[in-house]
């Protein structure tokens, strides 16, 4: 039997144990099924000509409407199926652009700057801000402006005109701020992000990074989050973790335990390290089932300094 994970399902048999197809509504796999999934989910095999080829569902479809570029044409594949295969292709595609053009409006609906907004602009004189030469022509702000501005906070600061004027951007900033900082919360209340994952240095380098690229800077899509970027940031954890085993093992290190209940009153066990660099979370555990005796706390401490190497850590006597 070929192996079966949560996306595929197998249709039939030991004698056939390539003839698997992922659970999904996509009439690409009315005409392909993955070739071999014990090797690769991406290479798909046509039902109609057997051709192998790389690039999953959507190939299989290019491979049958006769899309050339990526593929051949199918040598089997009926006027009917080109047709149903070409449809579903054209529909994809025009879906993908609106969905493109929905994002740009949805992008040039912010409006952050005094003078392109009707919302509360009551700590601004717009026509004060307009005599500075501040908002003449509604303009994008970029990257660049920042540094203009704070230029003429230098240059300006020394005569009367200078300081009104400074007084004038220094409100024009706070407002523009302002702005963003109900961007940040309308997502969050939307998200139900809590409110404390605000406060992280992680949060004040993404807004950082986010305005250093200036208008137009896109997030990752799902697909990148849970694969590429999430890759990356496993990998960057573990470099970092790199110096704490150094530590370990030139000074040694405690293991600590601590068991708290969730809110849906799931009892969780966490197991750190620490040493003189700081304590670093190891593992976790749910055990609510568990009773939390000596003999199941000593198996679970035992289990940590396994994983940290028995030698590191400090023994008490
Ligand atoms: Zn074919």
């Not at 039939?12 to 993955?34: A, F």
């Not at 095999?45 to 050339?68: D, N, P, Q, T």
């Amino acid at each position: 039997m070929a192996s079966c994970d949560t996306n595929t399902c197998q249709s039939v048999g030991s004698s056939q144990p390539s003839t698997v197809k992922r659970k999904s509504n996509d009439i690409g796999w009315e005409y392909g099924v993955i070739h071999d999934p014990n090797k690769s989910m991406d290479k798909v095999r046509c039902l109609l000509c057997k051709k192998v080829m790389s690039g999953g569902v959507y190939r299989i479809k290019e491979h049958i409407a006769g899309i050339l570029g990526n593929v051949s044409k199918c040598p089997t594949a009926s006027k009917e199926d080109q047709l149903k295969c070409r449809g579903v292709l054209m529909m994809a595609k025009n879906k993908k652009k609106n969905k493109r053009a929905e994002d740009v409006n949805l992008r040039a609906e912010v409006k952050i700057d005094v003078h392109e907004s009707t919302s509360n602009t009551n700590s601004i004189d717009v026509d004060e801000l307009q005599q500075f030469g501040l908002v003449k022509p509604p303009h994008q702000i970029g990257p660049m402006d920042k540094f203009a501005n704070q230029i003429n906070h230098e240059c300006s600061s020394s005569s009367g005109k200078g300081k009104a004027q400074q007084r004038i951007i220094e409100a024009f900033d706070k407002e523009r701020g302002n702005r963003v900082k109900e961007y940040i919360c309308r997502w969050a209340y939307e998200a139900a992000i809590p409110f404390h994952a605000f406060e992280r240095d992680s949060f004040k380098l993404l807004l950082e990074a986010i305005g250093q690229y200036g208008p137009g800077a896109q997030g990752p899509n799902r697909y990148e989050m849970s694969e590429t970027y999430l890759k990356k940031e496993v990998d960057r954890v573990r470099e970092a973790l790199k110096v704490h085993e150094a530590e370990w093992k030139l000074n040694g290190c405690s293991i600590m335990i601590d068991a708290w209940t969730d809110r849906n009153r799931r009892s969780i066990m966490n197991l750190c390290v620490n040493s003189r660099l700081g304590t670093i979370f190891l593992s976790s555990k749910e055990c609510s089932i568990e009773a939390h005796t000596n003999q199941f706390i000593f198996e679970y401490v035992e289990h940590g300094i396994q994983q940290v190497g028995e030698d590191n850590v400090v023994k008490l006597s």
